[in-house]
């Protein structure tokens, strides 16, 4: 079972990280080692958060017996000496850390929520910058300046801007259909493909090459559409995200310029 394999991991992580006392309200032993109350429950309501499924009595047995079964394990591991070696060593110590941060990054969500005026103004924002107009052009991508200048000469010749797309062009997602990139606003395009985008004319291309990160560009403008952006409704969940984000990567800047950081295990070139 799947529910049950999630139980698994879990509760190996929290066997591995939690120190064996006897406890009074242990929910079993093996070979004298308590399996803990506060595991089982921890691991339930985990469960229960992930799934929305209520707890019941054949869940926790399963867990009980998820936990016994890496108990076990978790024995003969430390008979064997894993758990002193190097590299145990470090990847519990680099886990310990990921569940702390990341404990800590959710109580930030939590503690600096996205408020329903944040929402509506990141709304605004997206509808101006998604613009009131969609795009259809094809393209062909290549390496160098001189291959997009070959093939702007060429297309002038009346070569077929689809046949050229198909045989060089380095953009997989078009490549096959002849530099089709269907239609999209030029908001989600890098912003000098965009911007010489907007300034074509229906039926037009780029007369010089254009240039972003992902190589060197050859843009024809096939049609344009007004662009009726999604309401409110279907897009706050993803701006909230963004939001959320946004204040994680903001508080996390503050910390770093407030912090003294040395970096001494680069070799100097």
Not at 198 to 218: A, I, R, Y
Request: net charge positive; glycine share 6%; hydrophobic share 40%.
């Amino acid at each position: 079972m799947k529910f049950v394999k999630l139980l698994l991991a879990i509760a190996c992580v929290s066997a591995l990280s939690t120190a064996h006392a006897l406890d009074a309200d242990a929910v079993a032993t093996v070979n004298g080692k308590p399996i803990k109350k506060t595991w089982v429950d921890f691991i339930l309501r985990d469960a229960e958060a992930r799934s929305g499924q209520k707890a019941n009595d054949n869940m926790k047995a399963a867990v009980i017996n998820e936990l016994v079964g890496s108990e076990l394990a978790y024995q003969e591991a430390q008979k064997s000496g894993i758990d002193k070696s190097a590299d145990f060593v470090a990847s519990e110590e680099l886990s310990r850390r990921k569940l702390l941060v990341n404990a800590f990054l959710a109580d930030f969500i939590k503690k600096n929520p996205v408020t329903e005026a944040e929402k509506k103004e990141g709304y605004e924002q997206y509808k101006k910058e998604l613009g009131d107009k969609e795009y259809s052009a094809r393209h062909i991508l290549v390496k160098t300046d001189a291959e997009a200048k070959a093939i702007i000469a060429d297309l002038k010749k009346g070569t077929d801007f689809a046949k050229i797309a198909k045989d060089k062009s380095l953009d997989p997602g078009s490549k096959e259909k002849g530099g089709d990139l269907g239609w999209f606003s030029p908001a989600g395009m890098v912003k000098p493909f965009a911007d010489a985008l907007v300034n074509l004319k229906k039926g037009d291309m780029t007369q010089e090459p254009v240039q972003s990160q992902f190589g060197w560009h050859v843009i024809k403008l096939i049609d344009t559409r007004a662009l009726q952006a999604p309401a409110y409704d279907k897009v706050k969940d993803g701006i909230e995200r963004t939001i959320q984000q946004r204040k994680l990567e903001k508080f996390m800047l503050s910390l770093k310029e407030k912090s003294k950081i040395e970096v001494t295990g680069l070799e100097k070139k």
